[in-house]
């Protein structure tokens, strides 16, 4: 499968994860090779962090890991499918989800509430 991934310049491809048993769309982030190799070596879901320069094991310091069910490949070969089990949240910002912002009467709205204050899960 590796070999199959049209990999950007920068040697980056986009993966979105989702939830296998909801079909709910988690988040969007970048795999390099490497990430990639490790995703499906471990089982876990490993990134790239484009702001860190370097392999972000999703969880690793805020226990919300990805655990891959399987991973597929578009037909241009070019964005990768994550259908993973979520332990608790995958966003950030304490959501669910990435996207829970939604557009309704022309005005950018919260659909979601974070069901965990980011606090919590980076220590900050």
């Known amino acids: 499968m590796l070999d199959a991934i049209r990999f950007d310049p920068r040697g980056l ?4 994860a989702q939830q296998h048993d909801t ?3 988690l988040m ?9 190799e490790e995703t499906l070596a471990t089982g876990r879901v490993c990134y790239f962090s484009r702001s860190r320069g370097g392999l ?4 690793e310091t805020s226990g919300q890991q990805q ?4 991973l597929r490949l578009d037909c241009d070969g070019d964005t990768l499918l994550a259908l993973v089990d979520q332990t608790g949240v995958a966003c950030h910002t304490g959501r669910r989800s990435c996207f829970f912002l939604a557009l309704r009467d022309g005005a950018l709205a919260e659909i979601a509430a974070p069901e965990v204050p980011p606090e919590e899960l980076y220590g900050r």
Do not use: H, Q, S, T
């Open 56 to 59: 972000w094991r999703k969880g």
């Open 23 to 25: 079909g709910e769309v």
């Open 13 to 16: 491809v986009p993966c979105i």
């Open 67 to 70: 655990r891959l069910v399987e």
């Open 28 to 36: 969007m982030a970048w795999m390099n090779r490497e990430a990639a």
